[in-house]
T-cell receptor, first 112, second 111 residues
Framework: DAGVTQSPTHLIKTRGQQVTLRCSPK?????VSWYQQALGQGPQFIFQYYEEEERQRGNFPDRFSGHQFPNYSSELNVNALLLGDSALYLCASSAVAVTEAFFGQGTRLTVV | GQNIDQPTEMTATEGAIVQINCTYQTSGFNGLFWYQQHAGEAPTFLSYNVLDGLEEKGRFSSFLSRSKGYSYLLLKELQMKDSASYLCAVRDQNNFNKFYFGSGTKLNVKP
């Protein structure tokens, strides 16, 4: 079992650019949530996807958008990047019968 | 709103016992989770409490008091590899895959 996989692991972008991050959930999981973790902080919920639809959203601007594919994998898109978007972006997958969420290793995004 | 507090940093000695506290004030509650996160790595699940009391898993134990909004993670027989950040998280009442995290406690284990 490959667990939750994210790509890329590191990324450097310039202010104003757009970025796409990818996540493949753990086998058997159909729900994907995205979190932003700033340095020294805990993860903050961005949004969640289930059945290819955004089900719930945290306090993040519309510059943050996403998508879920029929195979349950997901993408996080961020437009018009700001310096403050620099963070570790974590993907977590789960399913109804699963107690805990499983996290991927994250994508470290640096905006310069 | 959601408020989860835990100490920023703690230091303990190899072989000792350490307790990491977490207090929470959330609009709903569906379980309290502890995750371990080594620098640059994914958080990994340690323990879960939904009812009051103590849950023990090997060297790790977690306690919950819902009436007090309080939990702690107890680590016994500390090892150097236990040096990591420990995240306290409350699961959303209506969404099983949505968590509210504290800022994490960085534990430094010294020889």
């Amino acid at each position: 079992d490959a667990g939750v996989t994210q790509s890329p692991t590191h990324l450097i972008k310039t202010r104003g650019q757009q970025v796409t991050l990818r996540c493949s959930p753990k086998s058997g999981h159909d729900t994907v949530s995205w979190y932003q973790q700033a340095l020294g902080q805990g993860p903050q919920f961005i949004f969640q996807y289930y059945e290819e639809e955004e089900r719930q959203r945290g306090n993040f601007p519309d510059r943050f958008s996403g998508h879920q594919f029929p195979n349950y994998s997901s993408e996080l898109n961020v437009n018009a990047l700001l310096l403050g978007d620099s963070a570790l972006y974590l993907c977590a997958s789960s399913a109804v019968a699963v107690t805990e969420a499983f996290f991927g290793q994250g994508t470290r995004l640096t905006v310069v | 709103g959601q408020n989860i507090d835990q100490p920023t940093e703690m230091t303990a000695t190899e072989g000792a016992i350490v307790q990491i506290n977490c207090t929470y004030q959330t609009s709903g509650f569906n379980g309290l989770f502890w995750y371990q996160q080594h620098a640059g790595e994914a958080p990994t699940f340690l323990s879960y409490n939904v009812l009051d009391g103590l849950e023990e898993k090997g060297r790790f134990s977690s306690f919950l008091s819902r009436s007090k909004g309080y939990s702690y993670l107890l680590l016994k027989e500390l090892q150097m590899k236990d040096s990591a950040s420990y995240l306290c998280a409350v699961r959303d009442q209506n969404n099983f895959n949505k968590f509210y995290f504290g800022s994490g406690t960085k534990l430094n284990v010294k020889p």
